[in-house]
C-alpha cells in the first residue's frame, strides 16, 4: 500500500506561480508518479506524470508553463506550476502507479484556484 500526501495548493493571482509536493509513504523500483486534476464541473484529467526511468509526459494545456521533477531519495514528486491561468483551477490530484502490478494509488487532492 502507498500512501501518497499533497501539499501546496493555495489562492494565486493569474500569471503567478505555484509548487506542488507529493510524498510516497513506500515505493517501487518501476513506477510512474505524478498528477491529474478535476476542475469544476469536468472530469479529472492528466496534468504531468514522470517514471521510474525519467520520462515525463504532460497535457498540451500545460506543456512550457508546468514542470515536473523528482526526488528519490525522498520518495517526493513536485510539479511546478508558472504563468498560471483560471483554467488551471482544479483539485489537483497525486497519482502512483506501480508499473509491474499496474496497481494505482490516489491521494486526496488539494485545490488550485487562480483568480484574481
Known amino acids: 500500500q502507498v500512501q501518497l500526501v499533497e501539499s501546496g495548493g493555495g489562492l494565486v493571482q493569474p500569471g503567478g506561480s505555484l509548487r506542488l509536493s507529493c510524498a510516497a509513504s513506500?515505493?517501487?523500483?518501476?513506477?510512474?508518479m505524478g498528477w491529474y486534476r478535476q476542475p469544476p464541473g469536468k472530469a479529472r484529467e492528466l496534468v504531468a506524470t514522470?517514471?521510474?526511468?525519467?520520462?515525463?509526459n504532460y497535457a498540451d494545456s500545460v506543456k512550457g508553463r508546468f514542470t515536473i521533477s523528482r526526488d528519490n531519495a525522498k520518495r517526493t514528486v513536485y510539479l511546478q506550476m508558472n504563468s498560471l491561468k483560471p483554467e488551471d483551477t482544479a483539485i489537483y490530484y497525486c497519482?502512483?502507479?506501480?508499473?509491474?502490478?499496474?496497481?494505482?494509488?490516489w491521494g486526496q487532492g488539494t485545490q488550485v484556484t487562480v483568480s484574481s
Open positions: 497519482y502512483y502507479k506501480r508499473l509491474s502490478t499496474s496497481t494505482e494509488y
Open positions: 513506500a515505493g517501487f523500483i518501476m513506477y510512474r
Open positions: 514522470i517514471s521510474s526511468g525519467d520520462s515525463t
